[in-house]
């Protein structure tokens, strides 16, 4: 085993490249070295992104927010312009682990480790986020739902890495928030999660929507059906009430110790619709 | 297999080591330095036992690699007292009996240090959910609670 620490991302690219062994990439760690030392891979390289130029910092630019992938979630939190414009990323990405983990994690780290309990990517999703991924052949921008390809895997090619993440610039009366049900308060994972993000018009009707849930299926789910219904609508009763049938609706969850599938079906509507009030609310609809 | 060669800071001293590329930090600091305070209670990141301070940020040492270590500087437990003085968190923690066992309390420690350094007056709450990441199975966590909340009365008349 080797451990190399490249500074540039065309080194992290190149090495991630090589044709013999195996390649883990570390940023935060909170997923690798419990992988590790659970004997789940033992990679023959480990390529600690820290070092690249640009990868440890947030930058506000005239499209919106470009987040290295070696942020971690606590520096999300601490970046005020960050949560003003995306509360509902940032919450989501601080409801992650301990503080101990919330100052190593990423959420590119989270979004690749392909759970699809991840905290974070069902806020990205609804944030419409993109990921710039670097190759051998170059740069490309992906949407976020485009990463997780099932569970613990990617659709990442080979040598390729993602450098950040991307977020737009926020347009007058638009908000996000992003829910989990957890059986405790803190550290867990989540059961079942939503999403959601919304402009409105100055009357406070609403826009555009997307709604995107966790731990409801293999990978995070946008649901594009449940964004139509709140479109055109003032969130009120009848369209929060639609808003959660069709959620509800379509969850492909699993039973499993922490949830039955009948109670994460439930769950996922009762998120969305809390979810998309705390949303209209932080636009400014009333 | 050949090391990889580190140079860090560790509680003010310039350090240099040798560690396999897999050897966490916690293992560093416990086999190779002899710096036993931070415990391994699950090794996962999910106890805080191991907690150290990377960089002025609270972190668990079994989720870094010895190797990540290199040039940047690192608080242990070991560092905490002055000399034979302890720390006004160490004084409360022994007045109020904040620990049974004792596995956890340098994590305790390290993590309540943290906190205090970015919050010199936290509520009850705010102990709380910054002490989160620390499991104690023996306290109950109450005398934690109240040994942080006598320290930082003590710490704010000083």
Known sequence: MRYIRPQSI???VGLLAEPDGTAAI???????????????????????IKAIHGLGEIRETAEGFSIGSAVPCAVLGENAALKKAWPGVVEAARLIGS???????????????????????????AAGAKAVVVGPSGR??????????????????????????????RPPHAGDAYLRFIPRTEMDIAVVSAGVNLTLD??????????????????????????????????DEAALERLAKVCSGACRPIDDKRGTVEFRRKVAGVLARRAATTAYKRAGGK | MAGVAVSTTINGD????????????????RDRLGLTGAKEGCGTGDCGACSVILDDR???????????????????IEGMAHGDKLHPLQQKFLEHAALQCGICTPGFLMAAKDLLAKNPDPTEEEIRFGLAGNLCRC????????????????????
């Open chain 1, 140 to 169: 490309r921008t992906v949407p976020v739902e485009a990463v997780p390809a099932g569970p613990g895997k990617t659709s990442l090619a080979k040598g390729e890495i993602i450098e950040a993440i991307l977020l737009d610039k």
């Open chain 1, 99 to 125: 503080k101990q983990v919330q100052g190593r994690c990423t959420i590119v780290g989270n979004l690749c480790n392909a759970s699809p309990a991840a905290d974070s990517v069902p806020a990205m999703v």
């Open chain 2, 139 to 158: 306290t109950g966590y109450d005398k934690i609670v109240r040994a942080v909340q006598d320290a930082v009365s003590e710490m704010k008349a000083a």
């Open chain 2, 58 to 76: 609270l972190v668990c040492s079994c989720l870094v690699l010895g190797a990540e270590a290199e040039g940047r500087n690192v608080e242990t």
């Open chain 1, 26 to 48: 570390l940023a935060g760690g909170s997923d690798l070295l419990v992988r590790m030392k659970g004997g789940f891979i033992e990679p023959d390289l480990i390529i600690d």
């Open chain 1, 10 to 12: 065309e080194d992290a």
């Open chain 1, 202 to 235: 100055e009357k406070g009707t609403v826009k555009t929507a997307r709604v995107a849930l966790g731990a409801a299926a293999p990978t995070v789910l946008l649901v594009e059906e449940a964004a139509e219904v709140l479109v055109g609508s003032k969130l």
């Open chain 2, 14 to 29: 310039n350090v240099e080591y040798l560690c396999q590329p897999d050897e966490t930090l916690l293992d560093v600091l």
